[in-house]
């Protein structure tokens, strides 16, 4: 029996929980499962193309033992997750528009398009969902 | 005739030794096996789960020296 898809909102742009929703979405898709990631709030700011990573991962204590000790990097993890599993990352679109951004202002080659909330949590319905 | 490759992932952070098992499965036949490296303590439960879920097999896991050496035939 196939797995539900895995939904995972993810609204924070702390560094912890940008971590988790890359790992999920990871492995979630490298395990057969389909998986959807939707951005939104300050993580939008996680994904921001050319940023350092100081700058685009920003967290507590356990963000600093992650930089420290080379943990994976979240988008290399989301580009893998792509890439070996049926991995889709949206852009909300009611945070592009009030943080001013455009779709290419955001990394390359990650994100499947801008997407409504409303749309989301329609095709949500029909699996598993998570926020971060 | 069936290969195995070694793949050292030891000092890889959760889920590294997994990606990077997928990423040597996705160069190999089927029927070659991977022995994975990993220091990382969920390797020995994750990467037998994963195998079972996705129905490659499990040929062997041990640990020795300070690292688990997992070992997978690619089924399909």
């Known amino acids: ?132 | 005739m069936s290969e195995r490759q070694v793949i050292d992932a030891r000092g890889a952070f959760c889920p590294g030794p997994l990606m990077e098992l997928i990423a040597a499965l996705r160069h190999s036949a089927i029927g070659d096996e991977v022995e994975v490296w990993s220091t990382d303590k969920g390797s020995a439960a994750d990467i037998p789960a994963w195998i079972k879920k996705v129905h490659h097999e499990l040929v062997s896991i041990n640990e020795a020296d300070g690292h688990w050496s997992i070992v997978i035939r690619k089924a399909k």
């Open chain 1, 1 to 132: 029996m196939a797995s539900k898809p895995l939904y995972i909102v993810l609204c924070s742009g702390e560094h912890e929980k940008v971590q988790m929703a890359a790992m999920m979405a990871s492995v979630g898709a490298v395990s057969e499962r389909a998986v959807e990631v939707f951005v939104s709030m300050n993580a939008i700011f996680a994904f921001v193309r050319d940023a350092t990573p100081d700058r685009r991962y920003r967290g507590g204590a356990f963000s600093q033992f992650m930089k420290e000790k080379h943990a994976p990097d979240a988008l290399v993890l989301l580009r893998q997750g792509k890439e070996f599993g049926d991995l889709k990352i949206w852009a909300c679109s009611m945070a592009l528009d009030v943080a001013g951004l455009e779709m290419d202002h955001l990394v390359e080659e990650l994100f499947d398009g801008p997407l409504g909330m409303t749309k989301f949590l329609s095709d949500a319905e029909a699996g598993q969902l998570v926020t971060l």
